[in-house]
Structure formats: C-alpha cells, structure tokens
C-alpha cells in the first residue's frame, strides 16, 4: 500500500518553460512533506519543505503547493533549467515519529 | 565540513558473507538513518538510530543489523548476505526533533552474487 505516490515516471520540459512534479498522498497523519532532488550515483539533496498547516512555500525558482483536501503536492520549478535534470522524490514526515514515507520519484529531463 | 560520507562507495559479496557498510556524520545530528532504494521503488527504511546507544527497526529490517555506539557513527551490517540484498544503501542524518530535513550521504552500492 503505497501511502506516498508519484504517479508520473518521467517528464520532460524545454528550458525557460515550467516544471511541475506532482505527488499524492493518503495519510492524514503527515506532518511535513519535502522534496528531494537526485543525481546519478550521488545520494538525495534536500530542495525544499511544506508545513501540513501551510499551502505554499517559495525558494527561489522552487515552489511547493499543497492541497489538504485534495492530499495533493506540487513542485513548480520556473524557470526550468538543463542542470534541474534530475530524480525528485517527494517524502512525507509521520507526525510525531522519525519516520518517512517516500515516493518512486520523477525523472525530470530539461531540453537545451 | 564534509557532511555524512559513507564506506565503501561499492561492494561486490557472494551469497553468505557478511560486510558492514559505515556512516559517518560531523554536523553532530541526534537521528541517523539506513535506507536502501530499488528499481522502482521509493526509499525503504531499514533501521534508525534517535541517540548513541539506541537503535530501532523501520520498514525492511530483516537480515541486518545496525549499532550506533557513538553519536558521529552508524554501522549497517549484513550477517549472511542474499541476493535480495543486493540494492544501492543511503545513510541520512537529521539534526534532531526541530525541523524535518535529513542529509543524505552518496551511497554504497552493493552487489550480492
């Protein structure tokens, strides 16, 4: 039972354009989510985070949405560049534990 | 400041040997972690360490075992390897109760023949 899903393999995007990632999520019980993002044969590096109590946070050319109703997050990546190409996973934190559920990823590819 | 660092990068074992993969952190975290990530999958908790001393099981614990006999270290070890070990292991480290973030370090890659 995957409780965190990213449902969406792949995706390719011109640079200049937007990315968005998505992912979905079906406990009530998490606290945080974050994502991460991936380069070959190097370990995951921390991008950016949402509080569950919030519905956006910014980071430059990162923004993650979230939608409680929906148990719904977003990565939006503007403008997309060559160097985002990459792995990003999505990770939900349990409230009051040390534990994470993670997502398959999304293979982002930004065309020069 | 060189963050988590892990040893080896690679590994090649046949089916029954045993090896123990180290991690290292010197930004002084309380929790450590052990993942491995498989084709297709997200990453899978194998065990977790909250201090030095204490060690508990996550997701996929079966056939490793793990100690944390000081706060910067974080030992997973395979007793009798299998070939359903072979996958690409992750150590993390978060700082503590405040704030979600963990560090990651760059990987081991494991080959179980």
């Known amino acids: 039972d995957q409780q965190v899903k990213q449902n969406s393999p792949s995706l390719s995007v011109q640079e200049g354009r937007i990315s968005i990632l998505n992912c979905d999520y079906t406990n009530s019980m998490f606290d945080y989510f974050l994502w991460y993002k991936k380069y070959p044969a190097e370990g995951p590096t921390f991008l950016i985070s949402?509080?569950?109590?919030?519905d956006k946070n910014e980071d430059g050319r990162f923004t993650v949405f979230l939608n409680k109703s929906a148990k719904h997050l977003s990565l939006h990546i503007v403008p997309s560049q060559p160097g985002d190409s990459a792995v990003y996973f999505c990770?939900?934190?349990?409230?009051?534990?040390?534990?994470?559920?993670f997502g398959t990823g999304t293979r982002l590819k930004v065309l020069a | 400041n060189a963050g988590v660092t892990q040893t080896p990068k690679f590994r090649v074992l046949k089916t029954g040997q045993s090896m123990t993969l180290l991690c290292a952190q010197d930004m002084n975290h309380e929790y450590m972690y052990w993942y491995r990530q498989d084709p297709g999958m997200g990453l899978r908790l194998i065990h977790y360490s909250v201090g030095e001393g204490t060690t508990a099981k996550g997701e996929v614990p079966d056939g490793y075992n793990v100690s944390r006999l000081k706060k910067q270290n974080f030992l997973l070890g395979l007793e009798s390897a299998a070939p359903s070990q072979t996958s690409v292991y992750f150590c993390?480290?978060?700082?503590?109760?405040?704030?979600?973030?963990?560090?990651f370090g760059p990987g081991t890659r494991l080959l179980v023949l």
């Open positions: 990770a939900a934190h349990y409230s009051g534990t040390y534990k994470y559920i």
């Open positions: 949402i509080s569950s109590i919030k």
């Open positions: 993390a480290s978060r700082p503590g109760p405040a704030g979600p973030t963990q560090y």
